[in-house]
């Protein structure tokens, strides 16, 4: 048996991916059907056809910066389906790992325009469908950087530390009319946000950093994933407006860097 029955619809951001690609593979598997959203239409694609059952999900494309590109791909979601049961809001940037003083003001807005706003914008436009269906799960991809300094830059933090926020915020609001809201802070995670094709000058090496955690390794996409599946599920039903922590011990071993 599945966890999900075949007409229950997920909406997965950033699907082209690292931990959204491996979401898509993981509710499918699950018996979902599942729309695969991300900026990069053609990576967004990639996942889906590299699925088992294709035809148990949708490649869209979306900006989730942006309040038009994200009403159109809900739109076309809802002609896809007809319902939206989950929405793993989980398309994010990393910063340049600037500390206040350095960072320029552009870099700041469209880290925050995609990793906070962005969750906004995709919650405040499947929230209506949920209220018609009389329920729903969000599950907000956070990060150890909603709960610490130095897991990104300045505008990653104050974003990541926003997402936390926004997840209590809706649960306030919706939890009563059927809708969860939680989300998950991963700590370090080979994706391809952490090991960029072509390598990055701004990210830090944090091997020695992931060789002293007590789990003294990377975090795999797929352990992100199956923690979002456990939590659209029915037996996550008592867990609301939780920040579900996966970070091999990252923070309860963490270091004063100073
Ligand atoms: N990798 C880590 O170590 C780590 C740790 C903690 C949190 N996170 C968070 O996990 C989430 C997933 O990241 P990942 O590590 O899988 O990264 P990734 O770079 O592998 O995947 C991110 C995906 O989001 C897409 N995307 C970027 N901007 C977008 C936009 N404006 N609209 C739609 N899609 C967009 C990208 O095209 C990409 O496919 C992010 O929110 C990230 O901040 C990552």
């Known amino acids: 048996m599945t966890t999900f029955n075949e007409d229950s619809v997920v909406i997965v951001t950033g699907a082209g991916s690292g931990m959204g690609a491996a979401m898509v593979r993981e509710f499918v598997a699950e018996g979902a059907r599942v729309a695969a959203l991300d900026i990069n239409l053609t990576s967004a694609r990639r996942t889906v056809d590299e ?22 791909s809900i739109d076309q979601v809802r ?11 989980n398309a994010g940037i990393i910063d340049s790992f600037q500390p206040a003083h350095e960072i320029s003001l552009a870099e700041w807005d469209r880290t925050i325009a995609v990793n906070l706003t962005g969750p906004f914008l995709m919650a405040r436009a499947v929230i209506p469908q949920m209220l018609e269906q009389s329920g ?22 104050a974003a990541k530390h926003g997402v936390l926020g926004l997840t209590r915020q809706l649960t306030f609001d919706y939890g009563r009319r059927g809708i969860r809201v939680n ?10 946000l952490t090991m960029p094709d072509g390598g990055s000058d701004t990210l830090p090496d944090n091997e020695d950093e992931i060789a002293r955690t007590p789990a003294g390794r990377w975090c795999q996409p797929r352990e992100i994933a199956r923690l979002a599946v456990y939590l659209a599920s029915k037996d996550a039903d008592f867990i609301h407006g939780a920040a579900m922590v996966i970070d ?8 004063n860097p100073i």
């Open 51 to 72: 699925l088992d059952n294709p035809d148990r999900a949708v490649a869209v494309k979306v900006d989730v910066a942006d309040p038009e590109s994200v009403q159109a």
């Open 79 to 89: 002609t896809w389906a007809g319902r939206i049961d989950v929405l793993c809001n």
């Open 136 to 157: 729903g799960a969000i599950i907000n991809t956070a990060s150890i950087a909603s709960l610490s300094a130095a897991g990104g830059g300045t505008a990653y933090t």
């Open 183 to 192: 989300a998950i802070c991963p700590g370090a995670t080979l994706t391809g």
């Open 248 to 255: 091999g011990g990252w923070l309860t071993a963490a270091r």
